[in-house]
């Protein structure tokens, strides 16, 4: 995969994250995460270094635009994308299934990894029940929005990837 794909969809990741998501937020009690959402495709599409690299500027990024603690994002962005590295497979580019499989599993992980940290940090019970709520409605929507978020990232990579190769340069 080119650099040049890599940073548009990080951009596009960043923008879609700052505009449609906030319309969802506030439609439902959580948002989506589409840093995580994107970093999952990395994992599925890039050798591991990339994706582990890539997957640490999503979490740092989002650590930026949220506020709050730095690191705790890019630690979880970076664990789910090494974890799906390991387990990879080839039938789970393609299939839907998986996809949505490892949108669940690490939707969860994600979440509850960040809810569990806030509780330590500030243990409360009005933040804690908060952030329960907002755990549930986040992964309900990574859950159903990502694999088609993840689906048509592939498909957009397979064009811009298609049309970079058929480009003939002379021979000199």
Known sequence: MTITFTLITIISSIVFHNTAVDFLAFLFIGKLDTFLIVA???ALSDEKYTALITGFILGTLKD???GGILGINALTKTI?????GRIQSDYAK???LSIFILCSIFSILDKLTTT???YFVMPSDSITSVFFLETISG???NV???PVLISFLFKCQTKF???RKETNYPIR
């Open 64 to 66: 930026v635009l949220a």
């Open 144 to 146: 159903f929005l990502g």
């Open 94 to 96: 393609k299939d839907f």
């Open 116 to 118: 569990l940290f806030f």
């Open 161 to 163: 990837v298609q049309s």
């Open 139 to 141: 992964t309900v929507q």
């Open 80 to 84: 789910s994308v090494f974890a799906i």
């Open 40 to 42: 999952i495709f990395f």
